[in-house]
């Protein structure tokens, strides 16, 4: 074996970059695609222009063929710098590739490579389009690990232990940057481009049985330098992963948005990778990676002195909430996270304290399901409409109207917004049937 000086086999870092990078928490969820072997051969031969000394992976299937395996993780991490604490969400989309030199490579399904099953660390994730929120974890991705990375925005959710309702839905979006805007401190897309997203995914992962594994270190490749560049990526935990069955078809969902004129190269190219890999295919599993948290605080308690009075108005007010939050779900069957991502639960809430009678507010916050708040609660969900003291009926707001559960419950879109895209009319709606 041939040795050469260090430097003349890693990338040469500028003085501001200290590696290797630590990661203060991380957040990772992994979505795989079984994807036709010539596609994703294509896909590896434009993302450079030298021989990168890659070849695609070709999994065996149970049917005896062969495919490759395509990835989008989406990950959401924080690191302690010396006098700020920086955040990042941050996508890759990959292509499972290994080396061509490979002396001794095992031959693996999807699903074992899911399973961990490649001690070797031959196979590994090609980074073919990095996006992030953060312009120095951008510069940082490019410089340090030669990723193909560009800026990019998010809009989503994600499992937390401090929402507890919100189950194991993932929902993300990736946006031209110029099509958000801040609104109350917090990102949103501008009037009118709520479905201009380069693309969507959700995945609801409630109720499915996940299996521990290990498979870090994770071995990953990227171009963006001229040469190809390997990294050990070591995450300190186990993976839950799990396979799709036939009956979890609808548990992933893949959208891919509109081909604007305006948007980004980057935007644009990963637009052009997607469509022809993963675009109209069924997810084949999913992984995440969730660690335990490094510390907890519950709530305090009153250590009120002989006879004072305890003094409970913002106690109840956050607990008055958090009841209006769970009587949402329970009567509109959307969880949590669902209802937050509208951006109507607190303006649903300061509608109701200020215009339902409060024998009726205490009622339904107590369970009534069944009088008059409860329905009216329900059309505020889900039509955006609420009948006031005059018993005349009005649109609650101009967002109620647009994030009204109706449009996703029938797999449309607001009539003057959210706009689907030229020939949207023509696509079936999601779950919808031939009669």
């Excluded at 052009?272 to 948290?293: H, S």
């Amino acid at each position: 074996m041939r040795e050469v000086p260090v430097g003349q086999i890693t990338p040469e870092l500028p003085p501001y970059l200290n590696f290797p990078f630590h990661y203060a928490s991380l957040q990772c969820q992994w979505v795989f695609w079984e994807v036709p072997l010539d596609a994703a051969q294509a896909a590896l031969g434009r993302a450079a222009a030298f021989d990168t000394g890659l070849e695609v992976v070709p999994f065996t299937t149970a049917g005896g063929g062969r495919t490759a395996g395509a990835v989008i993780n989406f990950q959401r991490y924080t690191a302690h710098l010396p006098n700020a604490l920086a955040t990042t969400n941050e996508i890759e989309f990959n292509l499972l590739c290994r080396p061509r030199s490979a002396p001794l490579t095992p031959s693996l399904s999807l699903a074992d490579y899911m399973h961990g099953l490649d001690q070797t660390g031959t196979v590994g994730q090609l980074r073919l389009h990095v996006g992030a929120d953060n312009a120095f974890a951008v510069e940082a991705g490019k410089v340090g690990f030669g990723e193909n990375k560009f800026f990019a925005k998010f809009l989503y959710t994600a499992p937390t232990l401090n929402d507890p309702h919100g189950g194991g839905t993932w929902r993300t979006r990736l946006y031209d940057p110029a099509l958000i805007v801040e609104k109350d401190g917090m990102d949103a897309a501008a009037p009118g481009a709520d479905n201009d997203f380069v693309y969507a995914l959700d995945a609801d992962l409630a109720g499915l049985t996940t299996v521990p594994v290990a498979t870090t270190p994770l071995t990953e490749f990227a171009l963006g330098l001229g040469r190809t560049v390997v990294t050990r990526w070591t995450l300190l935990g186990a993976f839950q992963s799990v396979i799709l069955g036939e009956g979890d078809a609808g548990r992933v969902r893949f959208t891919l948005g509109p081909d604007r004129a305006a948007a980004p190269e980057a935007c644009k190219a990963l637009r052009v990778d997607l469509a022809g890999l993963i675009a109209g295919r069924p997810a084949f599993g999913v992984q995440t990676f969730d660690p335990a948290p490094v510390c907890f605080e519950p709530p305090g308690y009153f250590l009120d002195a002989q006879g004072s009075s305890p003094r409970r108005g913002a106690v109840d007010e956050k607990g008055q909430f958090s009841a209006f939050l769970d009587t949402s779900a329970r009567l509109t069957g959307y969880d949590h996270a669902a209802l937050m991502a509208t951006g109507c639960a607190q303006a649903h809430w300061t509608l109701l304290r200020a215009e339902a009678p409060s024998d009726q507010l205490a009622a339904l916050l107590g369970g009534d399901d069944k009088g008059p708040l409860a329905k009216a609660l329900i059309r505020l969900w889900y039509l955006g409409l609420w009948t006031g003291a005059d018993r005349a009926e009005r649109v609650a707001s101009p967002r109620a109207y647009r994030e009204a559960l109706v449009w996703d419950a029938i797999g449309a879109h607001p009539m003057g917004a959210k706009q689907q895209g030229f020939g949207a009319w023509a696509t079936q709606p999601p779950g919808a049937c031939d009669a």
